[in-house]
Structure formats: C-alpha cells, structure tokens
C-alpha cells in the first residue's frame, strides 16, 4: 500500500526542514512524498530542491496558487498513491512509526478512512491535545470532526466525494470532513498522538480569522445540511476547551 502524503508550504524556509525529516524518518518506506510550494521567495524551494535530490520518493512543483487549498487540490492530483494524507509545512509526526500505525489499520480493518489524535506544540512545548473518538453520525451536529491533520484517505474517496471547494478560504478542511463522514465511508479511530502540530493556524491567528472561520463554518453547515448553524457552530467550539484538559 503506498501512501501519499502532501505538503504545502509557502515562505517555510523556518520550518520545513524539520517536516520534511519527519517523513523520510518514518519506518513505513512505500511512502511518496508530494510537496506543491507556492512560489516561494524565502529559500523554502531551496530547500526543497536539495530534500528530493537526497530522496527518490519526492516528487515537487513550486507555483503561484490561489490559496491553500487551490494548493491541495494540486498535490491530490499529483498524488499516486492508494492513500492520500497530508502533513503541514510546520507540522512533524508524533512518532517514526506513526504512518506505519495509520497502514497497519487500513489493511486490518478494511476501511476507508483513518484518523488518529493530535497534539498541539508552541516548539518544544505541549500546548493542547485533540483527542478524538470513534465516529458517531449523531456527533456530526454537535460539530464533531476528526483532526484534520491525522486524516488519511484512500484515493478513490477524493475521486467520489470531489475536490477541496476552494470557495472556502478557511473552512475547506471541514466541509470535506462532513462530505467524507456523511457519505457513509467506513472509518476507524486510532487512539494515539499522530501528528504535532504547530499553534498559530490560518483559522485562529486573530479575531478577524475566527469571525470569518465562524461565518464559513455555518455556510459549510448548510452546505452539507448538517446541525443547526449557530448552534452547532457553538457546539463545535466549546469541544475546543476539551483539548486544554486531556
């Protein structure tokens, strides 16, 4: 089973050397590794350029895009492999073998989809953990989602359910979650940290961001006719104050 896992960076000259060693330190090897950059103008193609020279499962472009998921939906088509994840350009695995539990579950448990846990770093330091659960089409309208992070699906789902919706620019990542788990896919949850991720995302870095990731989370709501907008949205937030306490 090869797995694809797809990194995007745009000016990540600060952090992507230390993504880019937690994918080729994973002891699963029938990985490809794709990263799309975004005409970066830091020294991120640079490096870049000397990480797939070192390693032949890395395949590469750096272009302008419109957006980050203008910028996935490059990497899902570049994508070859039988299962596509992705790893943020800030972001490490939580373990070497990380990606080798997330195969091992695929293959055991003939499903779909897999997600584990997530924790959140500020460098060394543990911030907060996402600790999820066992999918429960109920939980959906209480603003239940998977980490995104930890998701990783097999191919022909994208090729069913469609691309990311680039009309989004910070909500994309739920509304495919809601089309991925409302389709009936069958999933299962891995308890474990498998990836750390760095605080400071496009969704939370200030007000303005989370005003406008409230008002898209609604849209996406109605979009896949799932919760009662508000409410759910309330809901999907206060699940936040969990992550402080695990």
Not at 72 to 81: L, Q
Not at 121 to 136: E, H, I, L, M, Y
Not at 145 to 160: A, F, K, N, S, W
């Amino acid at each position: 089973m090869k797995i694809s896992i797809i990194t995007i960076t745009f000016n990540s000259a600060k952090t992507i050397q230390r993504a880019l060693d937690s994918v080729q330190s994973q002891t699963y090897k029938d990985i490809e590794h794709i990263i799309v950059d975004g005409a970066s103008t830091d020294g991120t193609k640079e490096i870049i350029e000397a990480y797939a020279k070192k390693h032949q499962n890395v395949r590469w472009k750096s272009e302008k895009d419109s957006g980050i998921y203008n910028a996935i939906n490059k990497g899902i088509r570049m994508a070859t492999g039988d299962v596509i994840g992705f790893l943020h350009s800030d972001d490490v695995f939580f373990s070497p073998d990380s990606i080798g539990q997330i195969a091992a579950a695929l293959e055991r448990e003939k499903v779909d989809v897999v997600y584990g846990d997530l924790q959140y770093c500020k460098g060394p330091k543990v911030v907060r953990r996402w600790k999820s659960n066992d999918f429960n089409p109920c939980a959906l309208k209480y603003g239940w989602m998977p980490p995104h992070p930890t998701v990783y699906v097999r191919r022909e789902v994208y090729q069913q359910v469609g691309e990311y919706d680039e009309w989004f620019r910070i909500s994309a990542d739920y509304d495919m979650m809601l089309r991925i788990f409302t389709a009936g896919y069958k999933s299962k949850y891995i308890p474990q940290v498998l990836v750390c991720m760095e605080v400071g995302g496009a969704s939370n870095k200030n007000t303005q961001a989370r005003l406008s990731k409230t008002q898209e989370d609604r849209v996406v709501l109605k979009k896949n006719q799932v919760g009662a907008g508000y409410l759910t949205v309330a809901c999907k937030q206060l699940r936040k104050i969990k992550q402080f306490l695990c």
